[in-house]
């Protein structure tokens, strides 16, 4: 586990709900194709894949965003579908399309090519972490992340991203119980996966539930919730961990009353409504819609101030409602960034 307390732990004391002297930010999807120094790291590679298992490569672009854009945090580079791969489903990153899997799991028989992931199946992850870690010298603190396992069963049974995951519902609703099943490697697969990575270092770690949205509340408490639980239970006691189930607001009570700090908010939640959800003593991350950066800087100055007061200043972590979109220029990025840092309560 990190033993390098950061200069900069504004991340680390709100999501323990400490008093900030002002509100820390980052955004999701901040390593990636909004910096020209990012797309020229990936163009000198053969692609998204090998900046994924280059350690050397992702510690860079991991932190690009701290010394380009002044973030309070770094977040590890790499990828929600290392987890999928690591048990027995390789993926491929096409250009312009996005993930696609050559196997998936949809029947009993698939259960024979997959297994419950090793933690050393992962090392160049862990690499990664230590050498960016050496590189951030103690700057900031470092998040390593996982997708959520409900997340990860979407991409292990469709075979590719999806507008309306058909193939993952249908699975749920035809096979229920291969789907526990499969969601109990998956999670075995994580939580071996985030301890290795707060071994090596990482100070704070999140999980992306990016699909929960497509769920029914009554299907995300069988599916999700009792996954994530087993998730928390198993980190507790480490770092500070952050839950984001993107589209699920009315899934916030129920993952603040399990062993996490922060709950993420979408841009689709008022803040007030987040916080009368989760109560008092969670702390909230988010949630500034990612196109208002599309606006000019007055409108970004507004956005984020009025997004920095609907929070009330304890207990947030500003970021994004979701990932930055590939097409944001980086210099209003920075204004969201700047207004955050100089904005204070009265
Ligand atoms: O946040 C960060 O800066 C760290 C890096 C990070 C990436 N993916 C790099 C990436 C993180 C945290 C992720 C998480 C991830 N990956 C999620 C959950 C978060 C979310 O946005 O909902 C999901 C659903 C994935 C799966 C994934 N990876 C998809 C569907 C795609 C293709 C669509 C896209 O955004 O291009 C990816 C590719 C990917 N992962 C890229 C990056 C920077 C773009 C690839 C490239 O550089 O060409």
């Known amino acids: ?21 002002r509100t820390p930010v980052w955004l ?11 797309r020229a790291v990936r163009a000198s590679l053969s692609g998204f894949k090998e900046l994924v298992e280059t350690p ?18 770094a977040i590890i580079f790499s990828d929600i579908l290392v987890i999928p791969e ?26 024979d090519r997959i297994r ?32 959520a396992p409900f997340t990860i069963l979407c991409y292990m049974t469709e075979g590719s991203g999806s507008k309306t995951f058909s193939t993952a519902r249908k699975f749920i609703v035809q096979r229920p119980d291969l789907a526990h099943r499969l969601m109990d490697m998956i999670t075995e697969s994580t939580i071996v996966y985030l301890r290795a990575q707060i071994d090596a270092g990482a100070h704070l770690v999140q999980v992306f539930d990016s699909w929960a949205g497509i769920l029914s ?26 839950l984001f189930s993107k589209g699920a607001h009315y899934s916030y009570a129920d993952l603040a009353a399990l062993n996490c700090h922060t709950v993420g908010v979408d841009w689709n939640t008022p803040p007030e409504a987040a916080r009368q959800a989760v109560g008092p003593n969670r702390t909230l991350q988010g949630n500034l819609d990612p196109a208002a950066l599309y606006g000019n800087g007055k409108e970004i100055v507004k956005a984020t101030t009025d997004m920095l007061r609907a929070f009330g200043g304890h207990r947030h972590i500003a970021n994004l409602g979701h990932g930055v979109y590939p097409d944001t220029s980086p210099e209003h990025v920075k204004i969201f960034i700047d207004t955050v840092k100089s904005f204070r309560h009265e």
Do not use: H, W
């Open 116 to 147: 419950t992931a090793k933690a050393e199946d992962l090392g160049y992850v862990y690499e990664a972490i230590r050498l960016t870690l050496d590189g951030l010298g103690g700057r900031v603190p470092l998040i390593g992340f996982a997708g």
């Open 217 to 242: 509340p009554a299907d995300y408490r069988t599916f999700c919730i009792p996954y994530l639980k087993r998730i928390c239970d198993a980190l507790n006691g480490t770092v500070p961990v952050t």
């Open 86 to 111: 690591a048990m027995g489903l390789p993926y491929e990153m096409v250009e312009k399309r996005g993930p696609l899997f050559r196997d998936t799991v949809r029947d009993e028989r698939d259960f």
């Open 56 to 73: 050397e490569k992702a510690a860079e672009v991991t932190i690009q965003p701290v010394d380009l854009l002044g973030v309070d945090a």
């Open 1 to 21: 586990m990190s033993l390098q307390k950061p200069e900069n732990d504004l991340l680390l004391r709100a999501a323990r709900g400490e008093r900030t002297e």
């Open 28 to 38: 999701m999807r901040q390593a990636g194709r909004i910096l020209p120094e990012y």
